[in-house]
């Protein structure tokens, strides 16, 4: 029995030692969506969680993929808004490759850049002022390039603080005005992270 928990305190603390190392992360993010555009005039961030896993680490610079999982609800209630028919949720999902660097002066400090792709999620649920002649709630989907800059900072070898910004371009369906207000999102994320 004593062999177990010395074996299990001995990989804990080796664990603990490689936190600087360590591949994988999880991250907890509140997003807010900024600008002049359809998501920033329109949805509250609730929650974004994220995972980061780098596949090629070095000293000045790492090579990874993440994804990003977000909620986003909208601000107009069906009943106090009589023309909000719907109650609207957004989750984007943001698969990307991103490269972090290593400073060594500033051994806390972890600036990262990534791109990739975001879908944004929409589900559409009629408001309590609902005609019974309408169809059925809507769910429907639209995606685009997503440019991501973020900065870490280390609390400890396996804890950190961080913030982000997303830059998205999606594509608009036919019948709606291809402008920047309903293109360009731009969504800055605030959070703390855990390397595992």
């Known amino acids: 029995m004593k062999l177990k928990l010395y074996c299990i305190l001995t990989l ?46 070095k000293e000045v610079l790492n090579l990874g993929v993440s994804a990003n999982f977000g909620f986003f609800k909208n601000t107009k209630s069906g009943a ?12 984007p999902i943001q698969p990307r490759l991103f490269a972090e ?13 990534g791109i990739g792709y975001s879908i944004l999620i ?20 639209e995606s685009g390039f997503n440019f991501n800059l ?17 830059f998205v371009k999606i594509g608009v369906e036919n019948g709606v005005p291809d402008i920047s207000y309903n293109t360009n999102i731009n969504i800055l994320k605030f959070g703390i992270g855990y390397r595992l």
């Open 101 to 113: 660097f290593n400073i060594p002066d500033l051994e806390k400090l972890h600036p990262q850049i």
């Open 12 to 57: 804990f603390l080796a664990l603990n030692l490689n936190a600087q190392e360590s591949k994988f992360d999880i991250e907890v993010n509140f997003p807010i969506a900024i600008g002049d555009n359809f998501l920033g005039d329109n949805y509250n961030g609730i929650i974004d969680l994220g995972i980061n896993y780098r596949f090629l680490q």
């Open 80 to 91: 106090s808004d009589l023309n909000q028919l719907f109650d609207v949720k957004i989750i």
């Open 122 to 141: 929409y589900n559409a649920d009629w408001a309590d002022n609902r005609d019974a002649e309408l169809p059925a709630d809507i769910d429907d989907s």
């Open 150 to 166: 973020g900065i870490a900072y280390d609390l400890s070898q396996k804890l950190f603080l961080q913030a982000q910004y997303d």
